[in-house]
């Protein structure tokens, strides 16, 4: 007897980037931190699904790297602050600067992951996609 109530769960789908359709295609083809970028698939190994829905589409994902680059600079001036008590401007832009530049590719990866698994009307998860061909 087939099992019918086959559904993947999201969080691992985003951690791993995986299609939003299905949750088991890769949406990347290599790996966040490396000599050669981040190159993403353009279709969904496994169901298919276009990730970039129209144009420019992944402009929006500015913002929303963006925001994950403002909660990031807040929060670390609120641990320099609590941590150190420095007042000296100099070591809260040396700090910040240099976790904005290591965080960049987690940025850039994880708001195209979310646009596409929250932000985009229309896209949903379809647990049929899931099953094996």
Same mark, same amino acid.
């Given at each position: 007897?087939? !099992?019918? !109530? %086959?559904?993947?769960?999201? =969080?691992?789908?985003?951690?791993?980037?995986?299609?939003?359709?299905?949750?088991?295609?890769?949406?990347?083809?290599n790996?966040?931190?490396?000599?050669?970028?981040?190159?993403?698939?353009?279709?969904?190994?496994?169901?298919?699904?276009?990730?970039?829905?129209?144009?420019?589409?992944? %402009?929006?994902?500015?913002?929303?790297? %963006?925001?994950?680059?403002v909660?990031?600079?807040?929060t670390?001036?609120?641990?320099?602050?609590?941590?150190?008590?420095?007042?000296?401007? =100099?070591?809260?832009?040396?700090?910040?600067?240099?976790?904005?530049?290591?965080?960049?590719?987690?940025?850039?990866?994880?708001?195209?992951?979310?646009?596409?698994? =929250?932000?985009?009307?229309?896209?949903? %998860?379809?647990?049929?996609?899931?099953?094996?061909?």
């Amino acid at each position: 007897m087939e !099992n019918t !109530n %086959y559904k993947l769960a999201a =969080w691992p789908a985003i951690v791993h980037a995986k299609c939003p359709r299905c949750r088991r295609g890769d949406m990347f083809a290599n790996s966040m931190y490396g000599f050669h970028g981040q190159e993403m698939n353009k279709t969904c190994s496994h169901c298919n699904l276009s990730f970039e829905r129209e144009p420019g589409y992944f %402009y929006v994902a500015m913002f929303v790297s %963006y925001a994950f680059n403002v909660a990031e600079m807040v929060t670390l001036a609120v641990a320099i602050s609590v941590l150190t008590g420095s007042h000296n401007p =100099w070591v809260y832009c040396g700090i910040i600067l240099g976790v904005v530049v290591l965080l960049a590719p987690f940025n850039f990866r994880y708001s195209r992951v979310l646009l596409l698994h =929250w932000l985009t009307p229309g896209l949903h %998860y379809v647990p049929e996609m899931s099953k094996d061909h």
